[in-house]
């Protein structure tokens, strides 16, 4: 049972550590409300991009490194 909670514990560390860049929100540059990222992502030119979304719909895909 101690194994798995040390395992347990390390996950949910790794999944804290992690969400900052899933949960980041931006503020959309059409009306100012709040975008999220929506999980996706692509490459373009050598670049990561991840895809955002405000709650009206308008989805932006912004550069995360």
């Not at 909670?5 to 949910?12: D, E, F, H, I, N």
């Not at 692509?42 to 979304?53: F, P, S």
Request: charged content about 20%; hydrophobic content about 45%; glycine content about 8%.
């Amino acid at each position: 049972m101690r194994k798995f909670l040390a395992g347990s514990g390390l996950t949910a560390a790794l999944l804290l550590a992690a969400m900052p860049a899933v949960v980041e929100v931006q503020p959309c540059p059409i009306d100012k409300t709040a975008m999220t990222a929506t999980g996706n992502t692509r490459q373009e030119a050598g670049k990561t991009l991840a895809e955002y979304k405000c709650e009206q719909g308008h989805v932006y895909w912004i550069a995360v490194d």
